[in-house]
């Protein structure tokens, strides 16, 4: 067995997706921490890991690729707060596992934040594998990608940017935030059962096999209250986690959420008006804790109107990929060249099998953003399809270097 080998059995024993723990899947990878570590060579460095779990669990964060950004998939963000809404007075848990370098938790916080509930009543545990990770978190150390597309107008006093565009995050936010060493499932069996109301683990499912899959699953249940919203990545279901009889999409008419809720819990509302807070708040002092807007019943915002690509996005999640296909190319024949459409065809055309058309959209996508992990990643697995083992790896590497 050859030093690249014998790595590649330590990861797929340590759960990794069997397509990202092969030899040359993780040659690039094993070079970057050999490197690193000031090994002679792979063979030195294959013994390093063999001995030592930090090393094995410092490689295993590359392929993992932490990568995160401030109110990532921003549908979430809306139905939280109308979730938080539909609870007035209730204090709001919530648990962000894994929580990479903290954009994730913070941008949760400020969410309940905004809904006028008050800081003491606002909790949000975040834990991650990454010694690195939660230290950066901490010390609210983000990098120039942490901010994508800007922040939404509620967002503010709570988080904003600066002068730069870096993200910046005020005190009363971080007091909400519990930052954690720790990986899942282990992390999660020491926490009470049913003590979040909303529980995030995004684009962790698509890393791991189906066991350790299953695990965490199991424990994401257990910790997540009866009422609780389960909130995934968007090539994730819950199924993923072996939960696929317990959950159901919390909006069918806007899978862009990807919030789940549990069958028996959907007498529970859904949505519920935003309270307003009071315009002098857009002012106030950054210490200040905010408070609800008094008064009676606040009248739920009109929802936005839904555009072509979400149109696309919403008939590929329901399964109808090939009116979903008709309609991204619609808008790809009309000059749209937006890289989430490309992203979407990408995701479609290897649904369907098309894998050389999917792979030409993708690098389309990469060439508008060359550090867009998911097409990356996307690219890596079309790659091994067609048997391109170190191109693969490549793609993989860069999706590594490429996070936040």
């Known amino acids: 067995m050859t030093a690249l080998q014998s790595i590649a059995a330590l990861a797929a024993a340590a759960g990794i997706e069997p397509t990202l723990a092969t030899a040359s899947a993780l040659a690039p990878l094993a070079e970057e921490r050999r490197r690193c570590r000031g090994a002679r060579d792979l063979d030195a460095y294959s013994r390093l890991v063999e001995r030592d779990p930090t090393e094995l669990a410092a490689l295993l964060r590359l392929v993992t690729v932490p990568e995160t950004w401030a109110y990532r998939y921003p549908a979430s963000f809306e139905w939280l707060r109308g979730f938080i809404a539909a609870r007035p007075g209730r204090p709001f848990r919530a648990l962000s596992v894994p929580c990479a370098t903290g954009t994730e938790p913070l941008t949760i916080a400020a969410a309940a934040l905004s809904c006028g509930l008050a800081p003491a009543l606002v909790t949000v545990l975040a834990i991650d594998a990454s010694p690195e990770a939660i230290e950066a ?52 069996r020491v926490l009470p059962a049913a003590s979040f109301d909303a529980v995030f683990c995004r684009n962790l499912a698509i890393y791991l096999a189906d066991a350790p899959r299953r695990a965490i699953g199991e424990e994401l249940d257990r910790v997540l209250a009866p009422d609780g919203a389960l909130f995934l990545g968007h090539a994730e279901r819950p199924s993923h986690f072996g939960l696929e009889r317990g959950f159901t999409g919390s909006t069918p008419e806007d899978p862009s959420t990807f919030a789940f809720m549990r069958r028996a819990a959907r007498a529970v509302p859904e949505a519920a008006p935003i309270p307003t807070l009071p315009t002098k708040l857009a002012h106030a002092p950054r210490t200040a804790p905010p408070a609800p807007r008094a008064g009676g019943n ?107």
């Open 137 to 188: 978190a901490t010390e609210a150390r983000f990098g120039s990608l942490a901010v994508r597309g800007g922040l939404p107008p509620w967002s503010a006093p709570w988080l904003s940017t600066d002068g730069s565009g870096r993200l910046h995050a005020d005190a009363v936010t971080c007091a909400c935030v519990e930052f954690r060493l720790g990986a899942a499932p282990e992390a999660l």
């Open 298 to 404: 606040h009248p739920a915002s009109a929802p936005a109107p839904r555009t072509a690509l979400d149109e696309a996005r919403a008939a590929a999640d329901r399964g109808h990929l090939a009116h979903a296909l008709e309609l991204a190319e619609r808008l790809r024949s009309g000059g749209d060249a937006r890289i989430e459409l490309l992203e979407l065809l990408g995701t479609i055309h290897m649904a369907l099998g098309n894998d050389a058309r999917a792979e030409e959209v993708l690098r389309q996508a990469v060439y508008l953003d060359p550090a867009n992990s998911e097409a990356l990643i996307q690219l890596g697995v079309l790659a091994e399809r067609r048997g391109d083992a170190a191109m693969s790896a490549r793609y993989r590497a860069r999706a590594a270097g490429g996070r936040a």
